[in-house]
């Protein structure tokens, strides 16, 4: 399965990408107890098979910040499950399938 970026457990700062034509654009999960607080700004995810944001896991605390297009994705265009608790602030989110 074709991510287009991954973290796990970590603190990038992921800034002005195009995400597209992947399984699943972004993914943030955690590994074990440990903390992930990746912050995601300003990216355009489009076009993937999934899901257009993955966040998961509890302690995962990912900031989704002013996403310039999360759209055209053939399932939700961000999906939070397992506990986790991210702020998503100032997105534009359209045209997802599910």
Same mark, same amino acid.
């Given at each position: 399965m074709s991510i287009g970026i991954e973290v796990v457990s970590a603190d990038p700062l992921i800034?002005?990408?195009k995400i597209?034509?992947?399984n699943e654009g972004l993914v =943030?999960? =955690?590994f074990q107890l440990y903390v992930c607080k990746a912050k995601a700004k300003l990216n355009n995810i489009t076009r993937c098979i999934g899901v257009g944001i993955r966040i998961e896991?509890? *302690?995962n605390q =990912?900031?989704?910040l002013q996403n310039l297009k999360i759209s055209k994705n053939k399932k939700s265009g961000i999906k939070v499950l397992e506990r986790a608790s991210p702020k998503i602030?100032? *997105?534009r989110i359209s045209? *997802?399938?599910e």
């Open positions: 800034v002005r990408n597209f034509r992947c =943030t999960k =955690t896991g509890q *302690n =990912t900031i989704i602030i100032q *997105n045209g *997802n399938m």
